[in-house]
């Protein structure tokens, strides 16, 4: 019953920051466990993996987004972020946050809309 729930996205124009946040309902401490990720779906487009982050610290992103996105966990372990910087058009997307576990606990949000535009 462990939901989660993206927020921050908004309009914003280009070279703009946005800073999307992640929380689990409840005190399931979902985020002390798995993998942790960012998608993003643009119209037209399939979903894509942005930026993941392991137990261990480790972090992957996008080629389209290295060097401007940063994935983070808060000390806590009860928020997710995806820090933004430099947004660009391209960029338009609905966020959808993700924690994997196993193939039986496989999370996601609703989603938050981002829209870089002048």
């Known amino acids: 019953q462990v939901q989660l729930v993206e927020s921050g996205g908004d309009l914003v124009q280009p070279g703009g920051s946005l800073r999307l946040s992640c929380a689990a309902s409840?005190?399931?401490?979902?985020?002390?466990?798995?993998?942790m990720g960012w998608y993003r779906q643009a119209p037209g487009k399939q979903r894509e993996l942005v930026a993941a982050?392991?137990?261990?610290?480790?972090?992957n992103y996008a080629d389209s987004v290295k060097g401007r996105f940063t994935i983070s966990r808060d000390s806590a372990k009860t928020t997710i972020y995806l820090q933004m910087n430099n947004l660009q058009p391209e960029d338009t997307a609905v966020y959808y946050c993700?924690?994997?576990?196993?193939?039986?606990?496989?999370?996601w949000g609703q989603g938050t809309q981002v829209t870089v535009s002048s």
């Open positions: 993700n924690v994997n576990v196993t193939s039986f606990l496989d999370l």
């Open positions: 409840g005190r399931y401490f979902i985020f002390n466990v798995g993998v």
């Open positions: 982050l392991t137990q261990g610290g480790n972090t």
